[in-house]
């Protein structure tokens, strides 16, 4: 008995009607339906976001089925058959059906195929080769993926080593999706190919292997993933770098951040290196670094005061980020936490009321003598505690330059 879902919002939005429309136009009723993760979100009552779309027509048919429709196509990545629809600011991927004849376990050669079972075939995941008709109709073409949907069972499509040889990612695709969606005892066979195979998650692209790790990383709960992935050998693996697991157990228990999560699987003294082989943004490395940072020295025993100072030199962000460190390797003084971290929320970073032309004004020549006499006026300031005005601070840079 073929199974049907109930109508969803998503599907019957004027956007997405009027893609599946033009496509329709173009090959007929049931050319076009909807695959993956919209499909296995809306089957476990999960938000849909993403909608990704496949169909037997060719890249080219499918440009010219939107463009005929009055729809932006753009031409995403059509060596693999991926255009992207844009109706109404709304991106839509529509994928041609294809099957892989080589792969090097980094990216595949495909070609476009009307068989939709040949499609399903080469898909990580059961629960992802799912397929849904604009009238409700699900199909489900390798079997398995509806029950694993709905029991949190990550299984791959046919043999694990199969699939992982083909692309090592789904390794760590696997542990993204036990994170996100899997329930109960994991999959052994999936398990033992992962640890069996880890090796060639090495060869990975570190942006690949990074947006892998982030997403399984914002789970609501990371941990149990990330103890398997650490049993398995595959996270020592993927950050070629040792770990920390009891820091990131609090880490996690603290904040849904993922990369101050991250922070917590980092060992001191090697942001550097997890952000080189991660292949992080500039602002994601200096985050890291910032974060496992010791200077200045901080604790959660320090008063409010010196909290001030740490903040003026640190910023809100970072000393956040630091405390929450602390607190995760500390979880019993979160009371302590919470209160440095109400000082931070609290507080408004003041100006500091001098200049360098304060201290030429008094005859000092341009040059270093200008910035250390500066930073003397400045360092004397934070320890006041910021109290100090302007007159009052211009009579200690006097006295710091020997003048009156």
């Given at each position: 008995?073929?199974?049907?879902?109930?109508?969803?919002?998503?599907?019957?939005?004027?956007?997405?009607?009027?893609?599946?429309?033009?496509?329709?136009?173009?090959?007929?009723?049931?050319?076009?339906?909807?695959?993956?993760?919209?499909?296995?979100?809306?089957?476990?009552?999960?938000?849909?976001?993403?909608?990704?779309?496949?169909?037997?027509?060719?890249?080219?048919?499918?440009?010219?089925?939107?463009?005929?429709?009055?729809?932006?196509?753009?031409?995403?990545?059509?060596?693999?058959?991926?255009?992207?629809?844009?109706?109404?600011?709304?991106?839509?991927?529509?994928?041609?059906?294809?099957?892989?004849?080589?792969?090097?376990?980094?990216?595949?050669?495909?070609?476009?195929?009307?068989?939709?079972?040949?499609?399903?075939?080469?898909?990580?995941?059961?629960?992802?080769?799912?397929?849904?008709?604009?009238?409700?109709?699900?199909?489900?073409?390798?079997?398995?993926?509806?029950?694993?949907?709905?029991?949190?069972?990550?299984?791959?499509?046919?043999?694990?080593?199969?699939?992982?040889?083909?692309?090592?990612?789904?390794?760590?695709?696997?542990?993204?999706?036990?994170?996100?969606?899997?329930?109960?005892?994991?999959?052994?066979?999936?398990?033992?190919?992962?640890?069996a195979m880890k090796g060639g998650v090495a060869g990975l692209s570190g942006e690949r292997v990074s947006k892998e790790l982030l997403k399984l990383?914002?789970?609501?709960?990371?941990?149990?993933?990330?103890?398997?992935?650490?049993?398995?050998?595959?996270?020592?693996?993927?950050?070629?770098?040792?770990?920390?697991?009891?820091?990131?157990?609090?880490?996690?228990?603290?904040?849904?951040?993922?990369?101050?999560?991250?922070?917590?699987?980092?060992?001191?003294?090697?942001?550097?290196?997890?952000?080189?082989?991660?292949?992080?943004?500039?602002?994601?490395?200096?985050?890291?670094?910032?974060?496992?940072?010791?200077?200045?020295?901080?604790?959660?025993?320090?008063?409010?005061?010196?909290?001030?100072?740490?903040?003026?030199?640190?910023?809100?962000?970072?000393?956040?980020?630091?405390?929450?460190?602390?607190?995760?390797?500390?979880?019993?003084?979160?009371?302590?936490?919470?209160?440095?971290?109400?000082?931070?929320?609290?507080w408004t970073r003041p100006r500091f009321p001098l200049s360098g032309a304060d201290v030429m004004a008094l005859g000092a020549p341009r040059g270093?003598?200008?910035?250390?006499?500066?930073?003397?006026?400045?360092?004397?300031?934070?320890?006041?505690?910021?109290?100090?005005?302007?007159?009052?601070?211009?009579?200690?840079?006097?006295?710091?330059?020997?003048?009156?």
């Amino acid at each position: 008995m073929t199974e049907r879902l109930a109508p969803q919002p998503w599907m019957d939005a004027a956007p997405t009607r009027a893609v599946m429309a033009a496509l329709a136009a173009a090959g007929g009723e049931g050319c076009a339906r909807f695959v993956g993760g919209c499909v296995r979100d809306a089957l476990v009552g999960r938000p849909v976001s993403d909608i990704d779309i496949a169909t037997p027509l060719a890249p080219t048919e499918v440009i010219a089925a939107l463009e005929a429709a009055g729809l932006r196509a753009v031409p995403t990545g059509i060596e693999h058959g991926t255009v992207t629809a844009v109706a109404a600011h709304k991106p839509f991927e529509i994928t041609t059906l294809r099957r892989d004849v080589e792969t090097d376990g980094r990216r595949a050669v495909v070609v476009f195929t009307p068989d939709w079972a040949e499609d399903a075939a080469r898909r990580d995941f059961r629960l992802n080769a799912l397929y849904l008709e604009p009238d409700g109709t699900l199909h489900d073409p390798v079997g398995g993926g509806v029950a694993d949907a709905r029991a949190g069972r990550v299984v791959f499509v046919g043999e694990p080593e199969a699939r992982i040889r083909e692309d090592y990612l789904r390794i760590l695709r696997f542990f993204r999706f036990r994170a996100w969606y899997g329930r109960g005892e994991p999959d052994a066979a999936a398990l033992a190919a992962c640890a069996a195979m880890k090796g060639g998650v090495a060869g990975l692209s570190g942006e690949r292997v990074s947006k892998e790790l982030l997403k399984l990383l914002s789970a609501p709960d990371p941990v149990p993933a990330v103890g398997l992935m650490a049993e398995a050998g595959v996270l020592e693996a993927a950050l070629q770098a040792p770990v920390d697991l009891a820091l990131f157990r609090s880490m996690a228990a603290l904040t849904g951040d993922a990369e101050l999560r991250l922070s917590a699987l980092t060992p001191p003294g090697s942001a550097a290196a997890v952000a080189k082989r991660l292949r992080l943004s500039n602002a994601q490395r200096d985050r890291l670094a910032a974060a496992i940072g010791t200077e200045p020295p901080l604790g959660l025993g320090m008063g409010d005061a010196e909290a001030r100072r740490a903040l003026y030199r640190l910023g809100a962000a970072t000393f956040g980020d630091r405390i929450r460190r602390l607190w995760a390797a500390a979880p019993e003084k979160g009371e302590d936490a919470r209160r440095l971290l109400a000082v931070a929320e609290a507080w408004t970073r003041p100006r500091f009321p001098l200049s360098g032309a304060d201290v030429m004004a008094l005859g000092a020549p341009r040059g270093p003598e200008v910035g250390r006499l500066l930073q003397a006026a400045e360092a004397w300031w934070i320890e006041a505690d910021f109290r100090p005005g302007r007159e009052e601070a211009l009579a200690k840079l006097r006295e710091l330059a020997g003048t009156r």
